[in-house]
């Protein structure tokens, strides 16, 4: 069976460093994109089979960017998960608005981070 | 502009009238520099003046009318004794005649008694006759002296027999004496006729004269009243008629128009009057205008500047969150072994860590949540909860530190109290400040949390066996960056605010916070909301 790809789009390196850390040890193929622009081109090009969306980027929002992903076809099905802010702020609502299909709020706990991935990416 | 107005609210009879020479007298009326008191006594004199002169000129007339009806009178008079004289004239032709007819002297000394009253007419009418009368009436006298003198010669005559001579005498001399004075007194009476002809049509013309200048007076006194009352009443008028527009303008809040009237009395002096309340109004007006825009613009800066620092607050909550979630994800994944296995002395710094970045977090959370609060961009997101889960989440997520403290922790719902409308999870976010707290300051014994349901209000409390509070710091402890004293700061940890956020959810939810407490026993904080929140309230 062909790897799953996830596609990171963060433009903190650091914070994209983690992810790849926690990936590293799994079969997930991990692509990744620094900016709203680059993570929609990728998408496209690429389409992964999950998407984790930073909700401030570059260029583009992680909202903007999860709505245009929304709207085209090839895109519209992946599982699309938006790393809001803060869960309070209103923020987990306007991602689940745009889109996503879920959200982890920052600062996150690599291990619910997983158990997420794993949620939306099962193991056979 | 404001002066168009307010002609325009005059009625076109008005505005005629005053376009009139009429118009023109009610302005020089008003230009009068005079009292209003003292231009209606003038007005009331002039009228009476006028009056009082009317009653003088009837009076002179019925005066002329009077004597001439006494000269009328006296005329009448005097033919009544031109009559009588014509009378006596007759008479002594009788007694003359009866004289001769007896042929005796008798009759004569009758003839003298008719001759006596002819002259006291005669005398009488001379004393009253007008001048030109006088020589007719000298003649009259000649004539009847003449006459005398007949009668003498007559009665002489007879006395002798001498018969023959009287009656020549009789024919002769005296019947065309007798005759003359007929003639004469004829002409007399003719002429005092006359002067009463003249007389009557005198009194007649001076009546119908009179007539007229009364009535003349009359008419007169009538026009100038009416047009005296007219102009009077019109120059006040019209000055009050301008300031009952001018004022319908100040009513609508059209300020700074002026007006204008040509009164040179009190009516001038009150325009004056409105006219400087109308400039001070305007001045107000323009001022309170100019401070109404300013305000409006400094709120719209203010605005803007709450706008650009909520902005900058949610940029800054990414941007602090951003590192935060590197260290903590990073320690987290090293103390999970994704490194590698973790050597046994670095596991402790590597929780302390841990334990120090979420406390960091924590306290990023409140200054942001409280900056929300303040700027009024927080809002609540109603939807249905339960109480019974909330107060779970609560007892779950701070079990571990009771039982690290060794606390009694308990947590008591009543099975039926049913679903609640609000924000859940700002309320969990409620109770999980006021339980930290009770668990942070309290050293031994219990912490309970309860709900109770009071009809519509759901009421939560917190009861604890900790330090508690002075009665003079509980007012202050809502407060924000309030804590009872700074060295619990220090001793027990956090910011202060969480209290102060606590209690804005609460009123946002329309209910409210407290707490009693006894310094030493423990305090109990309890926080009453709706059971149905229906909305947002901040």
């Known amino acids: 069976m062909k790897d799953r790809t996830v596609l990171h789009i963060e433009d903190n390196e650091y914070n994209r460093k983690i992810v790849r850390q926690l990936l590293s040890r799994t079969s997930f193929k991990l692509i990744e994109a620094a ?79 997983m158990a997420l991935i794993h949620k939306f990416l099962p193991d056979n | 502009m404001q002066r168009t107005t307010a002609a325009e609210r005059t009625p076109p009879t008005v505005v005629a009238l005053l376009a009139s020479p009429l118009g023109i007298l009610v302005r020089a009326v ?32 019925v005066t002329e009318t009077a004597r001439q009806t006494t000269l009328l009178d006296e005329a009448h008079e005097r033919v009544g004794w031109s009559r009588q004289i014509e009378h006596a004239l ?66 002489n005559a007879l006395r002798d027999r001498r018969l023959a001579e009287a009656m020549t005498a009789l024919r002769t001399e005296q019947e065309p004496i007798y005759q003359k004075i007929e003639a004469l007194v004829s002409s007399l009476v003719a002429a005092e006729e006359q002067r009463m002809a ?39 008028i019209l000055p009050v008629r301008e300031a009952r527009g001018f004022l319908s303008e100040v009513a609508e809040g059209r300020f700074g128009g002026k007006i204008v ?65 590197a260290i903590l994800g990073f320690t987290e994944i090293m103390h999970d072994g994704l490194y590698g296995e973790v050597p046994p002395e670095l596991r402790e710094p590597l929780v302390d860590i841990q334990t120090n970045g979420r406390h960091l977090l924590r306290l990023i959370n409140d200054v942001l949540d409280l900056s929300k609060i303040e700027a009024g961009r927080l809002e609540l997101g109603v939807t249905e909860y339960s109480v019974q889960e909330i107060v779970d989440v609560v007892h779950t997520s701070l079990k571990s530190l009771a039982i690290e403290k060794g606390l009694t922790f308990t947590a008591t719902v009543p099975p039926d109290i049913p679903t609640a409308w609000g924000d859940g999870r700002r309320l969990t976010q409620c109770l999980l400040n006021l339980a930290g707290n009770a668990l942070k300051f309290t050293r031994r014994g219990r912490v309970d949390l309860d709900v109770r349901l009071e009809g519509e209000w759901l009421t939560y409390r917190v009861t604890d066996t900790g330090i508690g509070i002075p009665k003079d710091e509980i007012d202050k402890i809502f407060a924000e960056f309030r ?26 939810h329309g209910g409210r916070i407290g707490v009693d407490s006894e310094l030493g026993k423990g305090s109990t904080f309890f926080f009453t909301v709706p059971l149905h929140t229906d909305g947002e309230r901040a």
Do not use: C
Request: proline residues 3%; aromatic residues 4%.
């Open chain 1, 35 to 113: 900016d709203g622009e680059e993570g929609v081109a990728v998408a496209q090009r690429e389409l992964p089979d999950l998407i984790l969306m930073d909700v401030q980027l570059p260029k583009l929002s992680g909202l903007d960017a999860t709505r245009q992903l929304r709207a085209d076809p090839r895109t519209a099905k992946i599982p699309l998960v938006v790393v809001t802010s803060f869960a309070l702020s209103g923020d987990d609502r306007r991602a689940m608005d745009a889109g996503a299909s879920a959200y982890l709020a920052k600062p996150y706990s690599p291990r619910d981070l």
């Open chain 2, 30 to 61: 008003a230009r009068i520099r005079a009292s209003v008191h003292v231009k209606l006594l003038a007005a009331f004199l002039v009228i009476t003046l006028l009056f009082i002169a009317m009653t003088a000129v009837s009076l002179l007339a």
């Open chain 2, 198 to 236: 003249r007389l009557r049509a005198s009194i007649a013309a001076s009546q119908s004269r009179s007539l007229r200048l009364t009535a003349g007076f009359a008419v007169a006194s009538v026009a100038l009243a009416l047009l005296a009352g007219f102009v009077i009443s019109w120059s006040f």
């Open chain 2, 261 to 325: 009237v040509p009164n040179r009395d009190e009516f001038g002096a009150l325009a004056e009057h409105m006219n400087r309340m109308s400039e001070e109004l305007h001045r107000l007006d323009d001022e309170q205008r100019v401070a109404a825009e300013r305000l409006h613009s400094l709120n719209d800066r203010l605005a803007l500047a709450s706008r650009a620092k909520s902005e900058f607050l949610a940029n800054m909550s990414h941007e602090l969150r951003t590192p935060l979630n």
């Open chain 2, 90 to 155: 007759a008479m002594q032709m009788h007694f003359t005649s009866m004289a001769l007819l007896s042929q005796s002297a008798d009759s004569v000394s009758l003839i003298l008694r008719e001759n006596n009253r002819f002259n006291d007419t005669l005398e009488r009418l001379q004393t009253a006759a007008p001048a030109e009368e006088r020589a007719l009436i000298q003649a009259i006298r000649g004539a009847q002296d003449d006459a005398m003198a007949t009668v003498a010669d007559i009665a």
């Open chain 2, 483 to 508: 804590q009872v004293d700074t060295t619990i700061t220090r001793e027990y940890g956090g910011t202060g605010l969480g209290l102060s956020i606590t209690k804005r959810l609460v009123e946002m």
